[in-house]
């Protein structure tokens, strides 16, 4: 069980509509707190999950693989204050917060395409709302 209070943010994994399974993993607002992996959840669920997300406002990525999420909550924490910034310390553009999970899935799609993300991530772009 987990609290909805602690959560930050989600990411599915193995999200590919040819397999019958995804996972879904919970970051945490505590980035210390590594993140938690619920596994082999049947993709009938996944837009359910996705609109349940929305209405809670927990903003949420998806991607094809699964990811080092030691190696990444590392880099995170590195680059925490400007974790949710759209620039890095040198001023170059980079993805602002968790978007960076679907840009490193999706290369070149940085159009409109806005599938995989949630509502809420719109809206909060620049702060996160995490209160992290």
């Excluded at 930050?8 to 999200?15: D, G, S, T």
């Excluded at 190696?71 to 890095?88: A, G």
């Amino acid at each position: 069980m987990v609290d909805l209070s602690e959560v930050e943010h989600v990411h599915f994994e193995r999200v590919n509509f040819a397999t019958r399974n995804f996972d879904m993993v919970i970051i945490f607002k505590n980035f210390d707190v590594l993140p938690r992996a619920v596994t082999a959840i049947e993709i009938q669920y996944f837009e359910q999950i996705q609109d349940w997300l929305n209405d809670v406002e927990i903003t949420f990525t998806s991607g094809i693989q699964s990811m080092n999420w030691a190696k990444i909550m590392s880099d995170v924490v590195k680059c925490d204050p400007r974790f949710y910034f759209d620039t890095d310390e040198n001023g170059e553009s980079k993805p602002a917060g968790w978007k960076f999970l679907d840009a490193a899935d999706s290369d070149e799609e940085d159009d409109d395409d806005e599938e995989g993300d949630s509502n809420f991530d719109e809206d909060e772009e620049g702060g996160g709302g995490s209160g992290a």
